[in-house]
């Protein structure tokens, strides 16, 4: 069964501060890879899709990474601002259309 | 991307009460899913509502406990029957687009059982 993990569970940086977010998984066979952004008690946000072929994508500040072989993602915000403060999952996506999520990072961005 | 709004947003429902959440998807999509994220957890996924059958449960969840409609193509309603504190969660309703493959959420409901 894959595992996705997310470390670390919480990041409280200063305003300002180029940050990176990482995913793991156990399994290397994903079609792709999703973050997203769940602000407190509200759905999720699409942010960025990787599909497995791909190394990053890019959507303004944000540039996410995928190592497939490695079982490694990284979520690259740069210049962070209060407003990014929200909590940041990975969902890997396998074969027969199963979606793994892992449990988030909660960013706190201090002006 | 589509657009998906859930009805309620939030509720506070007592122990052995039933409630239902409200999907509703601004285009037509054949697969509509239904996931748990309960405090402090990831998300769990309860069942796929497909429109013109019945819905396809996850280990762990059963049609009597969930019940799940599917009328048409752009909405699904998701039941949480004779509720304890233990289903206080946040409910999402979920479409995966095809080409890309991706997931698109609604805002999700909030429920907190007393």
């Known amino acids: 069964k894959q595992e996705v993990t997310q470390i670390p569970a919480a990041l409280s940086v200063p305003e300002g501060e180029n940050l990176v977010l990482n995913c793991s998984f156990t399994?290397?066979?994903?079609?792709?890879l999703q973050w997203f952004r769940q602000d407190p008690g509200k759905g999720l946000t699409s942010l960025l899709l990787?599909?497995?072929?791909?190394r990053e994508q890019t959507s303004g500040r944000l540039n996410a990474s995928l190592d497939k072989s490695s079982g490694r993602s990284t979520l690259y915000i740069a210049a962070s601002q209060p407003g990014d403060s929200a909590t940041y999952l990975c969902?890997?996506?396998?074969?027969?259309?199963?979606?793994?999520f892992g449990t988030g990072t909660s960013l706190t961005v201090i002006p | 991307s589509a657009v998906i709004s859930q009805k309620p947003s939030r509720d506070i429902c007592q122990r052995g009460t039933s409630l239902t959440i409200q999907c509703q998807v601004d285009?037509?999509?054949?697969?509509m899913f239904w996931y748990r994220q309960q405090p402090g957890q990831s998300l769990t996924l309860i069942a796929t509502?497909?429109?013109?059958?019945?819905?396809?449960?996850e280990s762990g969840f059963v049609i009597d406990k969930f019940p799940i409609s599917r009328p048409n193509l752009t909405f699904s309603t998701l039941t949480v029957s004779n509720m304890s504190p233990e289903d206080s969660s946040i409910y999402l309703c979920?479409?995966?687009?095809?080409?890309?493959?991706?997931?698109?959420f609604g805002p999700g409901t909030r429920l907190t059982v007393t």
């Open positions: 969902a890997v996506r396998k074969a027969g259309n199963q979606f793994y």
């Open positions: 399994d290397s066979a994903i079609y792709n």
């Open positions: 990787i599909q497995s072929s791909q």
């Open positions: 285009s037509q999509v054949t697969m």
């Open positions: 509502a497909n429109q013109g059958s019945e819905a396809t449960y």
């Open positions: 979920s479409i995966r687009t095809v080409n890309p493959y991706e997931q698109y």
